[in-house]
């Protein structure tokens, strides 16, 4: 393959030259050589690092993540592009369920279909995990996010549908008794579910139990999810956690 110099390889690639001088000024992705004319030339292998770069900011890695990634001696390029196939696969199989889900919900809403209120919210929920997991990454750390992934990593299809129906569940049963009071039995009731469903993910502290809740309404991806069970499903977990957390402080 013949090496090509940093403006064929933007165009090909179909990213901006001034990407590739700063991939090259932080050490990401450097030339394979440089012409006595200043030009700097890329091989093969480093359009295939490009590749792997680009790949992984597809999936919304940071650069410094990228970085830490490819540059580990172990790194095999084949298990990543495996990897990023699987995550395709993924993307490709929650989009058909998604259509799914639009194609039923206008059966039900014309009465020509009956959905089960958990059929409503079904294709949300792997999307739902992703959420948690970078509410746990942000808040939290990568360490609690490595404990989140390898539980639900553990699981098999079942059980993720189980945890997934369950925690549809707990949502459903706080919407349900929002009339009775945040403090009411029933709420609280669903709340420790809730708190106990938290466990399948990683285990929470009362800080992070709170700082959940505070996401629901202050995070615009939960606010989404929340407001299409009830509108006032955010607020209300808010106020029902943050009570159910005092109660377990004061019983400490």
Known sequence: MIDHIVNQLA??????????????????????????????????TRMLRLQQILFFREMDFNLADIQEIINQPD???????SGHKENLYGQLAYLEKLL???????????????????????????????????????????????????RWGSY??????????????????IANNIDKGHESSEVQEAVARWHQHIHYFYDPSIDILRGLSDGYVNDPAFRKFFDKIHPDLAEFTLKAVTYYCDQLEQAS
């Open 11 to 44: 165009t090909i690639a179909g990213v901006s030259t001034r990407t590739l001088h700063y991939y090259n000024e932080i050490g990401l992705l450097k030339p394979s050589a440089v012409g006595d004319n200043g030009y700097r030339y890329y091989d093969e």
């Open 75 to 81: 790194f095999d390029m084949i298990q990543a592009l």
């Open 100 to 150: 799914a889900t639009i194609d039923n919900t206008i059966s039900h809403i014309k009465g020509k279909l009956e959905m089960k209120p958990t059929e409503l919210f079904e294709p949300f929920s792997e999307e739902k995990q992703k959420e948690y997991e970078e509410e746990v990454r942000q808040r939290y750390g990568d360490k609690e996010l490595k404990v989140s992934q390898q």
């Open 156 to 173: 098999s299809e079942e059980k993720r549908q189980q945890v997934i129906d369950e925690g549809n569940q707990n949502y459903l049963a």
